[in-house]
């Protein structure tokens, strides 16, 4: 059984900043890419940033230059640092992370519960 335990969500004024952490649990050999998703109310879920096992990181145009993701190798960790944030960053953010199980199957897809972020005005 594959778990993604995230943390760091809440609530800041415009402007301010947040950090989101998760860490992937179980019985696993291996993790491919890793990121973060967001889906505000009404719209369908989106990509924020993702980064693959080298470092190697990508961004919504959205959040370029705000948005800071990193990994921990060791610690099976990905942490989206969060500056400038306006109202329009509100959403549920949802951790992600292509996991393998055993090095015979192609790696899973494997989802956070999800964290809320709220930005005010």
């Known amino acids: 059984q594959v778990q993604l335990v995230e943390s760091g969500g809440g609530l800041v004024q415009a402007g301010g900043s947040l950090r989101l952490s998760c860490a992937v649990s179980?019985?696993?050999?291996?993790?491919?890419?890793m990121g973060w998703y967001r889906q505000a109310p009404g719209k369908q879920r989106e990509l924020v940033a993702t980064?693959?096992?080298?470092?190697?990181?990508n961004y919504a145009d959205s959040v370029k230059g705000r948005f800071t993701l990193s990994r921990d190798n060791g610690k099976n960790g990905v942490y989206l640092q969060m500056d400038s944030l306006n109202p329009e960053d509100t959403a549920v953010y949802y951790c992600?992370?292509?996991?393998?199980?055993?090095?015979?199957?192609?790696?899973?897809?494997?989802w956070g519960p999800g964290s809320q972020v709220t930005v005010s005005s």
């Open positions: 992600s992370a292509r996991a393998l199980i055993n090095y015979r199957s192609p790696g899973r897809d494997y």
């Open positions: 179980g019985s696993i050999v291996g993790i491919e890419d």
């Open positions: 980064i693959t096992r080298g470092g190697i990181a």
